[in-house]
């Protein structure tokens, strides 16, 4: 059994395995970064280590709308960033044996398998996916690299 973060971007569902995640936060002070591409829509001070705030729906291709004001850390130290959605919800433990794990044929998806949790479907994100598309996203004309996107402590 596996613990999962379920949370909304737009009507569709998405998680994460509890393991990705090093806490979810709420009520903290954005601050604007110039020149950052639109994904990235703030930094934040989480703990003393300043991190950028990707807007996951914008990032993934969805209309935009409006982000709760609680977001995700995630634990990866070579991948720190916040995830800003639109709804967090209650924790679930599912079987991802009974998941059906395949990478989405859209690559731009994040979606490494999906999971019925009582009818209603739950995208499963794929942060290596997802740390490609950040990536491609965040290169300036020039080649340069918005500096937000590529934390690597």
Known sequence: ????????????????????????VEEV??????AAPP????????H?????????ALCLGFAPSPRGERMIV???????LVLAVHQIESMLTVD??????????????????VVNWHGQMISLLDLDQLRKLVEEKCIVPGGDRV???TDRR
């Open 1 to 24: 059994m596996t613990l999962l973060l379920p949370f909304m971007l737009g009507a569709e569902r998405y998680g994460l395995k509890l393991t990705e995640i090093q806490e979810v």
């Open 96 to 113: 991802l044996e009974q998941a059906t794990l395949s990478q989405s044929d859209a690559p731009e998806d994040c979606i490494c398998g």
């Open 29 to 34: 002070e954005p601050y604007y970064l110039p």
């Open 48 to 56: 003393g280590r300043i991190l950028p705030v990707l807007d996951l």
């Open 74 to 80: 995630l634990s990866r130290p070579d991948f720190a």
């Open 147 to 149: 500096p937000a996107c």
């Open 39 to 46: 994904e990235v829509i703030a930094a934040v001070n989480v």
